[in-house]
């Protein structure tokens, strides 16, 4: 039965990624804005840092590919929930006979693979602006592996925040205000896998199993609270009673999303 | 004391007792307490230091259970809880950071390393921070939103708590507390009671105060419905003007 529920729910993960996949190769418009976004951001580093000296690259390099990554990430989930509330389809997608944890799921992995995209052409630009980053012979598959592992730590918890502001109305800006504290440990996580990929060090797979832990957390708590997030979680009994607060400050007593609707500053 | 709680109710009690309490500890710190031997007089932040931090992770994880609650039951209480417990939570942050940094300044030299407690701790505090403003400016799902960030918020607690046996760090072990001599847990003993007292009355008063913004919101509501509501004998639409 739970074998079942979990080959639907992957079927469905799948009809909804490729359906957000063959949106985006129509235009390209998400993959196209975030590559060129990674490439000025490089383009300012090889000119901010042109300067550096060798032995200051191999510290300085991992923390910039990840504060790019960063950045490129917040502005890749904001478009990836952008295009749904533009087309007033993500209330559509809830409503829809689908496991929640598939949306979740699906948006998660088109988030991962624009970042991935991202990634090939950051780690590889990086390496030619500033070649003394890392050792002869560094492994490219654990750099592979570092990348998707804290990629993907990334969007499990933007995901869950992202698909939470698009689908209230909430403010974009209030994104990199809840992502940032949130993924900083598998980001750190992911800096210092990137040195010792980079150094060639022997423990690299050490913090990379470490990585992976906490992202399988990130995926079972984002997973997990998805619905309850964006849907919410069943009443009980009389005292149930949607608690979301409008955003002037005035709460419905039991309305759901139609009381905040309902009254604005201008309402008090 | 029956007469106390009646006039100024449990925060008031609360705070009357912290406001005894607290005199008395800092008596017993700085005049009963003998002098650390390594870390000389800015041992004495210790007493402060502590309960604080104990006070954050206590205060987040009342927040991350009851923002737990809140999302699976959609309980209104729940989410006063939730909110209050984090509003404290952040207060205790910034006083437990702030302690942290003068003292690892007068004792490390620095007020700030890559220490994993500390790193930990101040991203605990950045996140409650992102919870208050997620919870005032999130729009209609706001309340649900700064659950779910509460609920990480709370995951954090016992990553700071093991943070000291995990990694390598300069931060004292939790081990140091277990082998304080006597006479530094009686004066810990006070200030923990006082600063404790201090936050659950807070705590208590921002409950007090969600819940009469409930009970208002729920009255406004009530009446502009009453307002809106076409009355029961009027004359058809364009002659009741």
Not at chain 1, 21 to 28: A, S
Not at chain 1, 54 to 75: C, D, E, R, T
Not at chain 1, 117 to 138: H, K, N, R, Y
Not at chain 2, 96 to 111: E, F, K, Q, V, Y
Request: glycine share 10%; hydrophobic share 55%.
């Amino acid at each position: 039965m739970l074998q079942n529920a979990s080959v639907t729910a992957l079927r469905q993960t799948w009809i909804l990624a490729r359906n957000d996949l063959r949106q985006e190769l129509r235009e390209l418009e998400l993959l196209i804005t975030s590559v060129f976004f990674t490439v000025v951001i490089l383009a300012l580093y090889a000119v901010s840092f042109a300067e550096m000296s060798k032995s200051a690259q191999p510290k300085a390099v991992p923390g910039m590919l990840w504060i790019a990554l960063a950045f490129v990430g917040a502005l890749t989930l904001t478009r990836v929930f952008e295009r749904e509330r533009e087309a007033d389809t993500f209330g559509a997608l809830l409503a829809a006979p689908v496991n929640r944890v598939a949306i979740y799921g699906a948006k998660f992995s088109v988030t991962l693979l624009v970042l991935c995209v991202c990634s090939a052409v950051l780690v590889p630009g990086l390496m030619v602006v500033f070649p003394s980053s890392g050792v002869e012979g560094w492994s490219a598959l654990e750099m592979l592996a570092t990348v998707l592992l804290g990629c993907a730590g990334f969007a499990a918890v933007g995901t869950l925040f992202a698909a939470g502001l698009a689908h209230g109305g909430g403010k974009n800006v209030l994104l990199s205000v809840v992502l940032y504290p949130l993924t900083t440990p598998v980001l750190m996580m992911s800096l210092v896998a990137t040195q010792r990929v980079l150094q060639a060090h022997p423990g690299a797979w050490d913090i990379l199993a470490k990585i992976a832990a906490v992202d399988v957390i990130l995926l079972i708590v984002g997973g997990a609270l998805f619905e309850s997030v964006l849907v919410g979680g069943a009443a009980r009994g009389s005292g149930g009673g949607d608690s979301s607060r409008g955003a002037g400050g005035a709460r419905a007593p039991r309305g759901g999303e139609v009381g905040p609707n309902m009254l604005g500053d201008d309402s008090r | 004391m029956s007469a106390l709680s009646r006039s100024f109710g449990r925060p008031g009690v609360l705070l009357c007792t912290a406001l005894v309490t607290f005199p008395y500890a800092l008596q017993r710190v700085f005049l009963h307490t003998p002098i650390e031997s390594e870390m000389g007089t800015a041992q004495k932040i210790f007493y402060f230091h502590l309960p604080m931090a104990w006070g954050l992770m206590l205060f987040a994880m009342i927040s991350g259970v009851a923002a737990v609650l809140q999302l699976l039951r959609r309980s209104e209480r729940a989410e006063d809880v939730a909110k209050a417990a984090g509003e404290v939570c952040a207060l205790l942050g910034i006083g437990a950071l702030m302690s942290g940094a003068i003292w690892g300044d007068a004792t490390w030299g620095t007020p700030w390393t890559g220490d994993a407690r500390l790193v930990t701790t101040a991203l605990l505090e950045l996140v409650f921070i992102a919870y208050l403003i997620v919870a005032k400016f999130g729009g209609p799902m706001a309340a649900r939103l700064a659950a779910a960030l509460a609920v990480f918020g709370a995951l954090d607690v016992p990553i700071i708590y093991y943070s000291v046996k995990i990694w390598k760090t300069t931060h004292p072990k939790a081990q140091v507390v277990q082998s304080l001599p006597p006479e530094m847990w009686a004066s810990l003993w006070p200030c923990l009671f006082a600063i404790l007292a201090c936050s659950f009355a807070l705590f208590e008063l921002r409950l007090r105060q969600e819940r009469v913004g409930r009970r208002l919101d729920e009255a406004w509501l009530a009446l502009s419905a009453s307002d809106v509501a076409p009355p029961e004998h009027t004359a058809p639409s364009g002659r009741s003007a």
